[in-house]
């Protein structure tokens, strides 16, 4: 489940590996409990296995138990991880899954919002109401019933992390991304919004968007229980060529600046979004 090394069209140069060689940051210890919900996919294995190396109890969820299950396996390297299936769009297995961790640990330190489909790609008068539905309610309204959820837990040590993982499908149009980027776009919103209303609590809430490395991100109508294909959650990848890096995003590349905003060393960053995209969202 965790690959590392080079992505399909990346260059062979890795410059980081935070999963076999994992920082020491302050205030992620032993002591730390990371929620990572669509933790079992390409980007959330990387993190939890970051996190469970540096000692961090780490919650894991997906859909797929299959997935959940063989994830928490390959991720465990020290820090208990755990693993939950519970599907982001439904609020009472949100509430489930948090209540499991909180009980469990006794505390919520991070969340970490990963949970998402892609879209169709069809034009807006061809978009189903089930299309709708289902992008909005995992990319967009799952993240709200995570940080709500989260957030009660997070006000009793007046202390907490949530990052929402955006993309640059947020920022820029592709034609015909009618859900998955408003979708991106009002969670980065979010982000800026909770950064507001929970900064009295001690919660930071920032994005971080990747850029384009290709992962088996589900369609929104292709069951989770389906051999993995891979695809680019972007369509239309920028080629390397006009990254200014020179190259594209490994699944490493996402986990650092991950690891930084759940970090004590983020303590006054909130409500921002941080690009991860080897500098690709500058080029004109
Ligand atoms: N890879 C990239 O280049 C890239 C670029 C820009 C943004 N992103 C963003 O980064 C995040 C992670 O992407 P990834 O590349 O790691 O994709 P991935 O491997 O497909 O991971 C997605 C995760 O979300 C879970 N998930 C999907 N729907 C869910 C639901 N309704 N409830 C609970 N879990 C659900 C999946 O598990 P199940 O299918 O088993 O539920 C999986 O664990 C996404 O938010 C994506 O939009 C990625």
Known sequence: MVQTGPAKDGDAMVTNDYVTKPPVLPGIDENSVVLIAGGSGAIGSHCAAALSKMGARVAITGRS?????????????????????????????????????????????????????????????????????????????????????????????????????????????????????????????????????????????NTMSPGQTPSNLRRFNESPGLPPITSDPEGNPTPPKRIPLGRRGFFEDYVGPILFLLSDLASYVTGVNIWVDGGASVVR
């Open 65 to 205: 138990q299959d997935r959940v299950k063989e994830c928490v396996q390959s991720v465990t390297r020290g820090g208990e991880v755990v693993g939950l299936v519970a599907d982001v769009s439904s609020s009472a297995q949100v509430n489930s899954a948090v209540e499991f961790v909180a009980e469990k640990w006794g505390r919520v330190d991070g969340l970490v919002n990963l949970a998402a489909i892609g879209d169709s790609g069809r034009h807006l008068e061809e978009v189903e109401d089930s299309e709708i539905a289902a992008v909005l309610n995992t990319n967009l309204v799952g993240a709200m019933y995570l940080a709500r959820a989260c957030a009660s837990v997070m006000k009793q040590r007046t202390k907490g992390s949530i990052v929402n993982v955006s993309s640059i499908g947020g920022h820029r149009v592709t034609p015909h991304r009618i859900t998955y980027g408003p979708a991106k776009a009002a969670l980065e919103h979010l982000s800026r919004q909770l950064s507001v209303d929970l900064g009295r609590y001690g919660i930071r809430v």
